[in-house]
């Protein structure tokens, strides 16, 4: 079941992102198309009321967390310092008319 992932925080910053985005990809955001996670279906970040946020789409969990265990190498020594933003899983269901 897919997954939808949202990371947020008022002390996430765009800078932090890029930041990310740099140690995972080797350069600034956006990641490119070629470069998206197996099981990624959506990604997206910008600016929201309580500061950046990335919002993604996952084909379920699984994927995502691999893909967390995978790039956790490539993000040592994190970019947002000391409080890493607030994240959550939440179901995605189909619906058909």
Known sequence: MAVGVLT????????????????????????????????????SAGQGEQGYYVYDIWESREAFERFMKRSSARRSG?????????????SIFRSTC
């Open 78 to 90: 994190r970019a947002w310092a000391a409080r890493p933003p607030k994240g959550g899983h939440r």
């Open 8 to 43: 947020a925080a008022p002390e996430f910053t765009k800078q932090i992102y890029d930041d990310v985005t740099e140690k995972m990809f080797g350069h600034a955001s956006p990641m490119r198309e070629d470069e998206a996670p197996d099981g990624l279906i959506v990604h």
